[in-house]
């Protein structure tokens, strides 16, 4: 694309584009010989794509060897000073190949790879590129220079002085040299790049196999433990072994919805969601599992509000916390509405909530009173979503003993479109 665009716009229009190149290479090489704004531009090309110097660069040289008809070494030798600062400063490796040769490389890449100029000039060219991947790039290179359509951009491994693989990503034009197809091209170290990508493989790939742990064997497990519970007939023991079962189930719901949120892309993080369908699911959801009472108090929750999707997870979460932690008294669900937003609380008696647990909920999964506080750390980080905030409010009652816990969210109604105004 650069090449098109230096080839068919006029010459006063390709040296006003050749000055401002120039000029915005000549400042980047100032910026670069202080310590505090060479980290700041090579962190800006690391963030933002290795490339932002492509575009500067070999691109701009391309086109202009292109149009004019460059020939040998006219190119560097002949052409003006600054277009010879362009490939010498480039902060990629630029290179001129032909015949299986490099014609020239300029500093960065001779620094990349740990060669000097002149060893990369004399040698074969290919035995940089790494043993598996080099008939892959001699395939597109010979596409390349009898025009049959290769991509211009590829990654391939390539191997230092030192014999370190290194990943890189080249991108190259085909360009008349001496009468002859040649290659001028430039590449960047993507080995971080690929790192991470490998260790993201890695990692997904260890989460899978923790996901099918869960379901194949601890969920199953817990199911057969919950049969043989309903068959004792010990009461008290049979208490017991079920509330480890629910425990150990919730435990493991969590977990899964721990997964689900992390892999949630972040346009889908926040969505619109009925208030009332949430608390009905959340408290049957509990009710269905354990004995507690819990009561409805407050406005209609039937508005449309903006949260995570796992909202209903984070109720549950709440509502088992207040269930397993309280002191037997229901737990209330209240719930108050207003023009920008919902305002829903979950309220239960029982011992207040130290302020250290608190100030861990919003730092990290720390540990509760009794269990693992893996729970309420997910629901805090659910109701925390954009455009929510959560609150505690935790005391004793006159008199001392038993306090009141409430878990307070907040949450923006969502605008109703024309077809939902209507209903």
């Known amino acids: 694309m650069m090449r098109a665009s230096i080839t068919y716009v006029s010459r006063r229009s390709e040296r006003v584009f050749f000055g401002i190149t120039a000029g915005l290479l000549l400042i980047l090489r100032y910026l670069l010989t202080t310590e505090e704004w060479g980290r700041t531009v090579n962190d800006l090309i690391v963030a933002q794509g290795e490339w932002i110097s492509v575009f500067i660069s070999v691109g701009f040289m391309v086109g202009l060897i292109s149009q004019r008809g460059l020939r040998e070494n006219e190119w560097l030798e002949n052409s003006p000073d600054l277009i010879r600062e362009m490939a010498e400063i480039s902060l990629t490796g630029v290179y001129l190949f032909q015949n299986g040769r490099f014609e020239y490389v300029n500093p ?10 002149s060893e990369l000039e004399e040698m074969d060219a290919w035995e940089i590129i790494h043993p598996e991947d080099r008939e892959r790039v001699k395939d597109i290179t010979f596409n390349r220079e009898t025009g049959r359509g290769s991509p211009a951009q590829c990654e391939a491994r390539m191997v230092t002085s030192d014999g370190e693989t290194l990943w890189v990503e080249i991108r190259a034009s085909v360009i008349q040299y001496n ?8 590449f960047v170290d993507i080995t971080a790049r690929k790192e991470r990508e490998e260790s993201d493989l890695r990692h997904k790939s260890e989460i899978d196999l923790a996901k099918r742990y869960i379901e194949d064997v601890l969920k199953n497990n817990y199911q057969v433990i919950d049969g043989y519970a309903e068959s004792m007939t010990d009461d008290r023991a049979r208490m017991v072994v079920k ?35 949430v608390v009905d699911q959340s408290v049957e959801y509990v009710r269905a599992r354990t004995s507690a009472e819990i009561l409805l108090e407050g406005d209609d929750p039937h508005v449309l509000v903006l949260a995570s999707p796992y909202l209903w997870r984070a109720l549950v979460n709440l509502l088992v916390n207040g ?17 920008e937003y919902a305002l829903l609380s979950v309220v239960n008696r029982g011992d207040p909530i130290p302020v250290d647990l608190i100030r861990s909920l919003r730092e990290d999964y720390g ?17 925390s979503s954009d455009g929510c905030s959560w609150w505690i409010e935790s005391g004793a009652l006159p008199g001392g003993g038993e306090g009141i816990v409430s878990f307070n969210a907040k949450f923006p109604i969502a605008k109703l479109n024309d077809e939902e105004a209507s209903k």
């Open 323 to 339: 269930v397993l932690h309280g002191s037997g008294a229901p737990v209330v669900i209240r719930t108050s509405v207003g023009e």
């Open 367 to 383: 540990t509760g009173r009794g269990g693992s506080g893996f729970g309420l750390k997910l629901a805090t980080e659910i109701l």
């Open 179 to 186: 009468g002859a197809p040649a290659i001028l091209g430039n």
């Open 108 to 117: 960065r890449f001779s620094e990349i790879l740990g060669y000097s100029k």
């Open 243 to 277: 509330r480890m079962v629910f425990e150990g189930t919730e435990f493991i719901e969590n977990i899964e919805t721990f997964f689900m949120l992390r892999e949630t892309p972040p346009g889908e993080a926040v969505q619109r969601l009925c208030l009332a369908t």
